[in-house]
Nanobody, 118 residues
């Protein structure tokens, strides 16, 4: 059984940094792609960044140059968030997929709250 556990959320001021971590367990084939999503109140869940086991990385335009995704190993992924803005406030979810194209996500973490104050 695949499990994803996020950590590292919290309350910070605008301009500060925060690092999220996601620890996965289970079949390694379920971690071909790992990613971070976020959902703000009243908004749809959106993909923030994703990373494949082959090294491909992509970011949402809204976080390019500020956020960095990195895989510690095959099942763990971090999200370094710098220069945080109030609009980054959301619940952040870790997700994994057995695929490589980012169109289907098989497993989700429980989410961690990130709040950025002005």
């Amino acid at each position: 059984q695949v499990r994803l556990v996020e950590s590292g959320g919290g309350l910070v001021q605008a301009g500060e940094s925060l690092r999220l971590s996601c620890a996965g367990s289970g079949s390694i084939f379920s971690f071909n792609t790992m990613g971070w999503f976020r959902q703000a109140p009243g908004k749809q869940r959106e993909l923030v960044a994703r990373s494949t086991s082959g090294g491909a990385i992509s970011y949402a335009d809204s976080v390019k140059g500020r956020f960095s995704i990195a895989r510690e190993n095959a099942k763990n992924v971090n999200l370094q968030m710098n220069s945080l803005k109030t609009e980054d406030t959301a619940v952040y979810y870790c997700a994994s997929s057995s695929g490589f194209d980012g169109t289907r996500w098989d497993y989700w973490g429980q989410g961690t709250q990130v709040t950025v104050s002005s």
